[in-house]
């Protein structure tokens, strides 16, 4: 792996994970939540994430599975890795309490009045604890999009760009309740920053544990495990997010659009 590769996905990395500073920056300015907007945009990252698992990051995994075991046992890793990567994202999503949930999808009308019914300290509790809940589901997103990016450069930024899309409603779900809190934007904005500071962060850990034994093989089970991980994300986050915030149907023009994006996108660049 050559230095430059592997800056290019950190910078890429960084990118998506900060992007909640985005949403931090959406709920100071905005009065209400553009949730036909979110809706298809959230609809958009869940079709690049779906597609780009399905027919291109399995199908790698496979190959190099394939190539370093044989035709039998490199279908069973790779099928065995793709669903360890659900299970593994699964358990995350399970130890968050839902409350403090950042993929309860919320927006900023509904935060705005929230310290009408709660205390102070409540509110600047579910902040922090949706800080942290953001900073653990950060982690795994984080080793997906540095993976991605080290192996496809193209392909490493397709998928940040849908994980930074996902990680815009996680900022305002941050900032608000510790902004009302605290009456600080500051500090609210940087409790929302800083939780998706642990996406570069697991991009770096797992790069320090995996760089003595990458190899094909550790790359094609790696693949597996973000296709698993980007297909329960779009599934279980993503598009009920999507659906909350909007009509069905523009969920649904949003998925299309992103699968019809990453499709051509993955064509010009053969």
Known sequence: MDTHSVLIAFGLTLFAGLSTGIGSALAFFARRTNTKFLSVALGFSAG?????SFVEILYKAKDALVAELGETPGWW?????????IVLIGVIDQLVPSFENPHEARDVAEMRAGPQADPNAR??????????AIAIHNFPEGLATFTAALKDTHLGLSIAVAIAI??????????VPVFYATGNRKKAFAYSFLSGVAEPVGAGIGYLILLRFFSDAVFGVLFALVAGIMVFISLDELLPAAEKYGEHHLSIYGLVSGMVVMAVSLLLFK
Do not use: Q, W
Not at 48 to 52: A, E, K, P, T
């Open 48 to 52: 690049v994430m779906l597609y780009v």
């Open 77 to 85: 890793a790779t099928v065995g890795a793709f669903f360890g990567g």
């Open 123 to 132: 509110l600047l509790r579910m902040g922090l604890f949706t800080a942290l």
């Open 166 to 175: 996902h990680n815009i409603p996680e900022g305002i779900a941050v900032s």
